[in-house]
């Protein structure tokens, strides 16, 4: 019988032998004689990154020093980005940043971003090549996930976890079944990743692959740039999936081609792999999406979308702040103005895709229309700084969740879509499909 | 940690998220005792008021759905919450808790016989739930051993420093 993807990543990374790792011991299965693994197995596998952020390093902090362990298991396979409420929004996040970054340097840790250096982290760690093809990443955000789209098995975990996995180099893992997702057709124009992504979860729902990993697959992920992936596995956590992963290809090669600070190992799933469910998408049928209030699966097309006045558009995000997502918003807003009762707030991921955003005039093209450019954050999607909602105000987002009171007020709603209906409702001051305003 | 708890109910819906159990303008702190003071506040403003030490979460499908930050167990476990029982859990969250040390149990049929107010007795290591209302006793599957070696140590942490110690 044969392997998933997954299967096989998280094959290659198990501890061999009795017991497990003691800190610093880093073994790793040897590629070619590593054993199987199946899924509901509980194993214990060494990781190649170990990732945190801002909101999430002062706890895994916290925890590491209780561990009694002077120094982390790897310090260049410890990343720690200021981006979540970085530009600091408060003392208190100052404060978070502060010890992030005074354990940084304690540590010697290279791949620490602050702000001016830093971006998106999901954005951030693929541009930089610090995750690679085959790896085993955790990450203490849930939107590790993200670099499944490099044929990575990624996940998110709590800060406890990630300071355990500092220490020690290893992680305890539970083998997920996998969900395979197939989609064939040829997209309609102004569909996208976001779309297909959104489409998904509005059919399998919140919890649809809960404790699973999700393969994306098929004609139309093949033919998807690495900018679509990346949104599409960045939001596999929202159908509450454990990881979410695209097969190694041209495309994913010729990515990391140049960028990769390690070698890539590439692994393919079995043709007699067995999935818990294999789900076929006619993507040619899919129009724009939107992710009505208050959940990521209340998925609806554009075109049902209604008469729905909006306050605020943010475009960018871990989700969808790459120089794709911008090309797409900057098409539609060149040339024309953001509607006057709208906010437009548009975030490069990372310090890389600013400078290319600019680079490609589309800096101007935003501030002449009448938006926002901010430098990279997390900020909005979470309600923390950079475009927060009173209540009563809406907003079309391109991040990717709109629980109540995420982005602000309680009594505030967060639409989701990706960036071409973004931009086309912040011009028209509603829920808008790009025919609409062209 | 503690094997046996008597609390009162908070019942819940389902896909009750991480920004519903903290909301993410108070992730700029990170003790249990600060996060204790805003938890629920978005869905439930009288919780953190009101909520005594013992107390049991009773929640329906995918609980604690959204982000992995641990500030939510962290704030459930800091507003004295005992234990968390509901129809299913959200992954992160669900290994979250158990790495805190704050128990959490999956268990349907117990919560579809449980209003808010009730009392329950629970025991984690039998996985028994007894609503004294109703008199009705509930089982859970047990955890594994693994997680159960984690949850008896009190968490992740204590439960790697011990290992460690033996590994020396």
Known sequence: ?438 | MLMLIEGNVWKYGDNVDTDAIIPARYLNVSTPEELARHCMEDIDAGFAGAVQPGDVIVGGENFGCGSSREHAPLAIKGAGVAVVVARSFARIFYRNGINIGLPILECPEAVEGTEKGDQLTVDLKAGTITNLRTGRTYQTSPFPAFTMEIIQAGGLVPYTRAKMTNDK
């Open chain 1, 1 to 438: 019988m044969g392997h998933t993807l997954a299967e096989k990543i998280i094959a290659a990374h198990v501890v061999e032998g009795p017991g497990s790792a003691a800190p610093g011991d880093n073994r790793r299965g040897d590629t070619d004689s590593h054993p199987e693994v199946w899924p509901g197995d509980l194993v214990e596998a060494t990781v190649d990154v170990v990732l945190s952020n801002d909101i999430t390093a002062p706890i895994a902090i916290r925890e590491f020093e209780t561990l009694d362990v002077e120094r982390v298991f790897d310090p260049s396979r410890v990343v720690m980005v200021a981006d979540h409420f970085a530009p600091n929004k408060d003392i208190k996040s100052a404060e978070q940043c502060a010890q992030m970054r005074q354990f940084a340097q304690a540590q010697g840790l290279p791949h620490h971003f602050d702000v001016g250096r830093m971006g998106i982290e999901h954005v951030l760690l693929p541009e930089q090549g610090l995750v690679v093809p085959g790896d085993l990443v955790v990450g203490a955000d849930s939107h590790t996930c993200t670099y499944g789209a490099l044929g990575a098995f990624a996940t998110g975990m709590g800060s406890t976890d990630i300071a355990v996995a500092m220490a020690t180099g290893c992680t305890w893992l539970r083998v997920p079944e996998t969900i395979r997702v197939v989609y064939r057709g040829r997209l309609r124009p102004w569909v996208g990743g976001k779309d297909l992504i959104l489409y998904t979860i509005g059919r399998i729902g919140v919890s649809g692959a809960l404790y699973k990993a999700i393969e994306f697959a098929g004609p139309v992920i093949d033919h998807l740039s690495m900018d679509g992936r990346f949104t599409m596995a960045n939001m596999a956590i929202e159908a509450g999936g454990k990881a979410g992963l695209v097969a190694v290809d041209e495309v994913t090669r010729a990515y990391v081609e140049g960028r990769a600070s390690r070698a890539p190992r590439v692994y393919q799933a079995d043709v007699d792999a067995t999935y818990a469910q294999v789900v076929e998408i006619d993507a040619g049928q899919i129009e724009p999406q939107v992710a009505f209030p208050h959940l990521p699966e209340n998925v609806r097309p554009v075109g049902q979308a209604g008469d729905v006045r909006i306050d605020q558009v943010v475009i960018g995000s871990c989700t969808n702040g790459r120089l794709e997502d911008l090309r797409v918003a900057a098409e539609l807003l060149r040339g024309r103005q953001v509607h006057p009762d709208v906010r437009c707030i548009v975030v490069p991921g990372s310090q890389q895709v600013y400078l290319d955003t600019l680079r490609e005039g589309w800096v101007e093209a935003f501030v002449e229309a009448g938006a926002v450019v901010s430098t990279p954050t997390c900020g909005p999607c979470l309600g923390g700084h950079m475009g927060v909602l009173a209540a009563g105000e809406r907003a079309v987002s391109t991040t990717n969740r709109n629980f109540r009171g995420r982005m602000g007020h309680p009594e505030s709603e967060v639409y989701l879509a990706g960036p071409a209906v973004a931009a086309a409702s912040a011009i028209a001051g509603r829920i808008a499909h790009p025919d609409d305003i062209t």
